[in-house]
Each structure stands twice: as structure tokens, then as C-alpha cells.
Nanobody
Framework: QVHLVESGGGSVQTGGSLSVSCAAD????????MGWFRQATGKEREGVVS????????RYDDSVKGRFAISRDEANFTLHLQMNSLKAEDTDRYYC?????????????????WGLGAQVTVSS
């Protein structure tokens, strides 16, 4: 069963902006927390930002603070990530995930549901 579907991403030059979105089913939308993670080929998946059902941001990774913004569209059960001032090191595949059981909201292993990801490529 598909719970999360990402869209958006793409390619941009350094300093540009992109956004990714994640459509969830209603059950998944009510999760303990949701978040965005990213992973480059051959590297471990890392947390970017997580948010609780009330729309309160739990945590941004230091590398994206002030540049990325997460938001929830309650009417459409959609999670958004706006990415500004992009750098080459932001190039990764970005995944939306939902933690349905509680626990840590920034550790990938705590998240049960994952989308297939959306590629973000930043060129200099």
C-alpha cells in the first residue's frame, strides 16, 4: 500500500530554489511526526527536517537552517519543503517519511512509511 508520494524536485543552479511535496493518505497524515530526509548514492540517509501534526517544526538540520522551510497543507494532506539558496552539497534524493509509533522524529529507523523520493540536483 502506498502511503506517501513525493513530487517536485529537479535541477537548478547554485543559489536557486526548488520545492518538493509529499501527498499522504489521511491515516499517515495523522502520524506522530513526519519529515524529510535525504540520501546520496553510497551514503547514509540523513534527516533534513521534521514536523509534528500541529505544524510545529521539531528540528531542522543545521545545514539547512534559514534556507529550507517545511509546511503542512491540512486540506490536501500534503507536506511541502521549500528549498532556497541551494548549494551543490544539497544534491541528493529527498524522501518524505512518517513516524507512526512515536520515538525520535529525526532518526530514519524510527519512520515506518517512506515515499520513493524525488531527486534534487544543484549544479555550480
Amino acid at each position: 500500500q502506498v502511503h506517501l508520494v513525493e513530487s517536485g524536485g529537479g535541477s537548478v543552479q547554485t543559489g536557486g530554489s526548488l520545492s518538493v511535496s509529499c501527498a499522504a493518505d489521511e491515516y499517515t497524515w495523522r502520524s506522530y511526526c513526519m519529515g524529510w530526509f535525504r540520501q546520496a548514492t553510497g551514503k547514509e540517509r540523513e534527516g533534513v527536517v521534521s514536523i509534528n501534526p500541529g505544524g510545529v517544526v521539531i528540528r531542522y538540520d543545521d545545514s539547512v537552517k534559514g534556507r529550507f522551510a517545511i509546511s503542512r497543507d491540512e486540506a490536501n494532506f500534503t507536506l511541502h519543503l521549500q528549498m532556497n539558496s541551494l548549494k551543490a552539497e544539497d544534491t541528493d534524493r529527498y524522501y518524505c517519511a512518517a513516524n507512526i509509533d512515536g520515538g525520535n522524529c529525526f532518526v530514519p529507523s524510527e519512520f515506518a512509511y517512506w515515499g520513493l523520493g524525488a531527486q534534487v540536483t544543484v549544479s555550480s
